[in-house]
């Protein structure tokens, strides 16, 4: 029997403040620690451009693509965007569509609040391409949808999200309580998340969206000084335990059981955040320093500012946009990749382009050697 979506149950009336509160204190303070390492990065989009990619494969995982970081920085490196040929291809598509939609979403949010405008403009961006053309991108589903294993019916489903024509009252409801004052704003992003979740407002994306939440309510509160917070690492490696404690809030009425799970995620993932971000700024010094004495050039830290930004690219598209002249472009490369700085993917060939990678960089973003 399908669980069905808790109508009239939000937002929860009563939560188990004294098991949440062991965990409040250590969650605010992780998410600080990280901030502050956030804050002393001078440039957070270009150096922690690959954590922000990673985040999409692995929010893209979670719903089932099959894509690494590798192939999907590989993949716009050869520039063939818009190619949804086979089956990967469209998975990578999705990966870049949810980055480029946490890109717009907090452009958005120079001149909106974090909202259902917001939110509905976001999922365009998200849904764009072959797979997303008929799930009708920025619009709220108007008929029912459920989940469950691939195919089945409304009686075989695990979970009946709201029911359609009700959609717009809870959509309402989530949005004066994504503004309302709460105890505790981590509590509230876990209860905002939930309710998103269990909502299911567009026929597909929603769980890529609900977890971009996350970081957009981080940065819209003042608690992040970017929007650069990755919580996909945490719940695909626990993916069961998330859908788990998602359906019991519907179930069971146990709003408490499952912020109490995400407090235990916003921890762990606040640390690992914040050791990835200081080994990625720590490379970048000691790289800049040492590219400076490599090169013997002024545009040197132009060059590495450039392979940070894009980990994975092809030679030409590295001379022809790093803004620095051709023949110094092509020195550099040759130095850096001499000394051991990049590693060749793909050999040059006749008119085609070397690829190379940024090997340290990626290796730091996947939390393992696999370049």
């Known amino acids: 029997m399908a669980v069905q979506y808790h109508q009239g149950r939000f937002p929860p009336e ?35 451009s690959p954590l922000t990619a990673q985040e ?19 993949f716009e490196a050869q520039g063939e965007l818009f190619d949804e040929s086979t089956p ?26 974090l909202s259902q405008r917001l939110i509905r403009q976001t999922h365009g961006v998200l849904m764009q391409g072959v797979r997303g053309r008929n799930k ?5 589903r108007r008929i029912a949808n459920w989940i469950g294993p691939g195919g089945c019916s409304v009686d075989e489903a695990r979970f009946v999200p709201c029911a359609a024509d009700k959609l717009p009252q809870a959509m309402d409801a989530w949005e004066q309580y994504l503004h309302a004052d709460a105890p505790d704003k981590l509590v509230q992003l876990a209860i905002v998340h939930a309710e998103f979740e269990a909502i299911h407002p567009f026929l597909d ?25 990755y919580l996909s690492d945490y719940l695909e490696s626990r993916r069961e335990e998330y859908y ?12 408490s059981g499952w912020v109490a799970f995400f407090l235990k995620a916003l921890i762990a993932q606040a640390e690992a955040n914040q050791t990835k971000a200081q080994a990625i700024h ?18 040197g830290v132009r060059a590495l500012d450039w392979m940070f930004a894009r980990p994975i690219f092809k030679t030409s598209d590295f001379v022809e946009t790093a803004d620095i002249p051709r023949p110094t472009a092509n ?11 990049l590693t060749e993917l793909q050999s040059a060939s006749g008119r085609r382009a070397a690829i190379l990678a940024f090997a340290e960089l990626l290796n730091i973003a996947e939390g393992r050697s696999v370049f």
Not at 27 to 40: F, M, Q, S
Not at 61 to 67: D, K, L, M, S
Not at 331 to 341: H, K, N, P, Q, W
């Open 14 to 48: 009563n939560l188990d403040w004294p098991r949440l509160l062991p965990l409040i204190g250590p969650a605010n303070a992780a998410v600080a620690r990280y901030e502050g390492v956030l804050h002393g990065i001078s440039n957070p989009n270009v150096l922690l």
């Open 88 to 113: 990967k291809k469209a998975d990578i598509r999705e990966v870049l569509n949810y980055r480029a939609a946490l890109n717009e979403a907090t452009r958005l949010l120079a001149e909106l609040p």
């Open 331 to 341: 020195r550099i490369l040759r130095l850096v990749r001499d000394e051991g700085l």
């Open 244 to 255: 788990e404690r998602l359906l019991a809030v519907s179930r069971d009425d146990d709003w």
């Open 56 to 74: 999409a494969v692995l929010s893209s995982r979670i719903e089932g693509t099959q894509a690494t970081l590798g192939e999907v920085l590989e």
């Open 282 to 299: 720590t490379l970048y010094r000691d790289r800049k320093d040492w590219i400076a004495q490599v090169t013997r050039s002024q545009y």
């Open 205 to 229: 994306g929603n769980g890529r969206l609900g977890r971009l939440v996350v970081p957009l309510f981080l940065y819209a509160n003042g608690l992040l000084s970017r929007p650069n917070f």
């Open 136 to 140: 009708d991108p920025g619009e709220y």
